[in-house]
């Protein structure tokens, strides 16, 4: 069915491929949004579905971001990445487009940041970014939501992250930065943020980012405490090299010990106990790693309702 000749053009769709998307207010919108009683949202998508397009396997985003649809009013359909064939069977451009056209939102998890990217140059509808190689951007969502909760408004807190300085660090750092944190980076020798990056994320927002190389000054003084598996999706063939320079490193009650009396522990998960933490940490009273999953939910519901439109109050 073709426009009227003298319909309006329609606003460009807001997409969320990377954090700094959102202004600090809004991500403060979308972090009140995330809090509210689900009985005050509207249904944002209502009669209409969501394509989620999975090149690498899920557990939370999956079932997160299936419910947060759901719960929304609309239909998620999940497709695996070689269903589609991004590049293979169809341009991403070409798949996208056709996608947009059935569904009210597309969220993808793939391997390059580029694929998303282009899904967002030319989509009608708002693209999410559900993980990429560069980025984690929903994730970051919810580990602000969580410190939130258990800490209270972050600006001027420290909050440190140990280990590879990878998709989910610089996605965590911009949220912290946006928000008015003390961002202390602890990465090893050859995995740290460069120095063009550190300028890009000290321009982020009202925060502060510094970055050592040791995990003992990363945390101190610290109230939150983050880390990250030292070998990602699709570095297997880099496992022994990695644990070799990142041996030391682990997120032990000795380097919690370091950190601001009643200091909490955060993992994105999945985790290797024995590695990036012990399980003293990651199994102990100070660990908020369920609740920070449980919080993927219902950051990515109030991710999606802001992106279409909603606010709070």
């Keep these: 069915m073709s426009a009227p000749a003298d319909a309006k053009p329609a606003e460009a769709p807001r997409h969320f491929v990377d954090v700094t998307d959102l202004g600090a207010t809004e ?114 969502v919810a580990d602000v939501l969580t410190m939130h909760e258990y800490l209270g408004p972050l600006a001027g807190r420290t909050v440190a992250y140990v280990g590879d300085y990878n998709n989910v660090a610089r996605s965590l750092a911009e949220a912290c930065v946006l928000l008015g944190a003390c961002v202390r980076l602890g990465c090893p020798p050859g995995y740290e943020a460069g120095e063009d990056e550190l300028t890009r994320l000290r321009a982020v927002g009202a925060g502060e980012v510094v970055q050592v190389a040791d995990p003992f000054a990363a945390v101190r003084e610290a109230e939150a405490v983050h880390t990250d598996v030292w070998t990602s999706m699709g570095q297997e063939d880099e496992r022994a090299a990695r644990l070799a320079a990142f041996a030391g490193w682990g ?10 009396p009643g200091a909490r522990f955060l993992h994105c998960l999945p985790a290797h106990r024995g590695e990036e933490v012990s399980a003293e940490v990651i199994d102990g009273p ?27 109050g």
Excluded: C, W
């Design 27 to 140: 991500l403060g919108e979308v972090l009140d949004l995330a809090e509210a009683p689900l009985d005050e949202l509207p249904r944002v998508l209502a009669g209409q579905g969501a394509a989620l397009v999975f090149e690498k396997p899920s557990n939370r985003t999956r079932h997160s971001t299936e419910i947060a649809v759901v719960q929304l009013g609309g239909h998620p359909v999940y497709t695996r990445g070689e269903e589609i064939g991004f590049d293979v069977r169809e341009t991403v451009e070409d798949v996208t487009r056709i996608l947009a056209g059935y569904h009210g939102l597309l969220a993808a998890r793939v391997f390059a940041h580029a694929t998303v990217e282009r899904m967002a140059a030319v989509s009608t509808v708002p693209v999410v970014n559900l993980l990429s190689d560069r980025s984690h951007p929903l994730q970051a």
């Design 251 to 260: 997120v032990t009650e000795e380097v919690m010990a370091a950190a601001a």
């Design 286 to 312: 100070r660990s908020l790693v369920i609740a920070q999953g449980h919080n993927r939910l219902h950051a990515a519901r109030g991710l999606i309702a802001h992106l279409l439109g909603a606010r709070p």
